[in-house]
């Protein structure tokens, strides 16, 4: 599931696009109204949700009314390809610095920039490509951690904000030193089923995925930033279960 707050609304997106719902705090679960795009996620920012993952399109991201999250029809809504003859589909999308950060795999990867707040207008919407070659494997992966968002791609954890500073660099990767950890013990067939947390209390970030021929998430794997001025990032493994991280 990919769970997004639109303004007092929390919506509900899986990949079986069985939705998407909604919960308004109380009560039961019901379907989002009006017409929404049947898709696997969806990212809140700038007064719109934007919605992906809908079978015929897998490039093609919704966005939603600026003043209405059950209006996806109306004249202030509309949707944006991104690169759909790529070989890749859209996994998941994040806001950054108002910004809408747009992660593609999961197989040769980039990532993509809309910029803007309406559809027209002096300012609208614009695309540009960040970078090319990340792939991203699960939208649970992205999180928000000390004014940057870290994700998990096949190749291990990158920083937004240092891949944005040096591209497809090393010095864009946080789990650089670790990458036989990645290549050889991870379940990479599995990596959609990662998911991740920042556990501001202990100052770690951390990411439940499977290792080994694992079919679920068997092991834990962190950073550590609490002396990050001192002595950088500290990665660590932690092999106790985990389904999900919250």
């Known amino acids: ?34 017409t929404p795009p049947v898709g696997r996620g969806m990212a809140f920012g700038n007064n719109r949700g934007w919605a992906w ?5 897998q490039s093609r991201i919704y966005y939603s009314s600026s003043t209405d999250i059950e209006d996806w029809t109306g004249a202030d809504t509309g949707s944006i390809d991104i690169d759909p ?28 920039v809309i910029a803007g707040t309406a559809p027209t207008g002096a300012d609208a919407f614009t695309r540009t490509v960040l970078v090319r070659s990340i792939a991203l494997q699960s939208h649970n992966s992205i999180i928000d951690a000390n004014d940057d968002v870290w994700f998990m791609s096949d190749r291990g954890i990158h920083s937004l ?8 660099f090393q010095g864009a990767f946080l789990s650089r030193f670790h990458t036989t950890y990645f290549r050889d013990t991870v379940n990479r067939v599995r990596l959609n ?15 439940v995925l499977p290792v ?19 002595d950088g990032l500290k990665f660590f493994t932690w092999t106790r279960s985990g389904a999900s991280a919250v």
């Open 161 to 168: 904000a240092a891949t944005e500073q040096f591209g497809d």
């Open 85 to 112: 003859e790529d070989g890749d589909r859209i996994v998941g999308a994040v806001f950054y610095k108002r910004r809408l950060i747009v992660f593609k795999g999961p197989n040769k990867g980039s990532i993509h």
């Open 1 to 34: 599931p990919v769970f997004s707050q639109a303004r007092d609304l929390l919506t509900i997106w899986d990949d079986k696009n069985d939705g998407p719902f909604k919960w308004n705090q109380t009560g039961d679960i019901a379907s989002l109204g009006g």
């Open 53 to 57: 993952g809908v079978n015929a399109n």
């Open 193 to 207: 089923q990662v998911w991740g947390a920042n556990y501001r209390d202990k100052a770690c970030a951390l990411w």
């Open 212 to 230: 080994s021929s694992s079919t679920t998430n068997n092991e834990t794997i962190g950073i550590s930033y609490n002396r990050v001025q001192e």
